[in-house]
Every structure is written in C-alpha cells, then in structure tokens.
C-alpha cells in the first residue's frame, strides 16, 4: 500500500505562484498514473491534473495553461506547479494514485491528507 504526502500548501496572492509535492512511501510509483485534486469549502472534491507512467498529462479546463504536472521518479514524487493563482484556486489539494481508467474521485486511491492553498486577492 503506497502512502501519499502533499506538502507546499500556503497563503499566496493573486498572480503568484506555488508548487505543490507529493511524496510517495511504501511503493515505488514509476509506473503508476498520478492526480491532483482540490476541494474548496462547501463543494465536491474536482479533478485538476493527472500524469499516467510515460508523462502524458491532462488537466481540468479550469487550469488548464496555468497548472503543470511532472513527476520525477527517481524522488518517487509528483509536483504540481500552479502559475497566476486566481481567488478560485483557493482549495485542499489532494493527490491520489490511478486504480483504474479515468479522472473521477473513484478512478483514485491512496489519498493523501492534503495541503491547503489559500489565493487572497
């Protein structure tokens, strides 16, 4: 069973920037797709971006040209780096290891507790 750690959560600005990690123990993740997610007050857990083993990325529309997602496997980690921060970025961000085909809450395992991020406008 893989434990999964976010870290770099903060308090930023609008327009800022942040990276996020997340460190993996336990198993080695090289061939597994990973995600982020978030969840702001009040609202569902959405997707934001996944990575499968090769690198092929995907990422909600919402961040889509401001958000990327990298992995290095030699650190067994995931990062997301998050550009032009907007108030509506304001969420946990969780990330999670593919179980199965797709980009939903239930295509993901392996959740981390997650780190919030706050964009103060």
């Known amino acids: 069973q893989v434990q999964l750690e976010e870290s770099g959560g903060g308090l930023v600005q609008v327009g800022d920037s942040l990276r996020l990690s997340c460190t993996a123990s336990?198993?080695?993740?090289?061939?597994?797709?990973m995600g982020w997610f978030r969840q702001a007050p009040g609202k569902e857990r959405e997707f934001v971006a996944t990575?499968?083993?090769?690198?092929?990325?995907s990422y909600a529309d919402s961040v889509k040209g401001r958000f990327t997602i990298s992995r290095d496997n030699a650190k067994n980690t995931v990062y997301l780096h998050m550009n032009n921060l907007k108030p509506e970025d304001t969420a946990v961000y969780y990330c999670?290891?593919?179980?199965?085909?797709?980009?939903?809450?239930?295509?993901?395992?392996?959740w981390g507790q997650g780190t919030q991020v706050t964009v103060s406008s």
């Open positions: 336990g198993r080695i993740i090289r061939w597994s797709g």
């Open positions: 999670a290891a593919h179980i199965r085909s797709g980009n939903t809450v239930t295509d993901f395992g392996s």
């Open positions: 990575i499968n083993w090769s690198g092929y990325t």
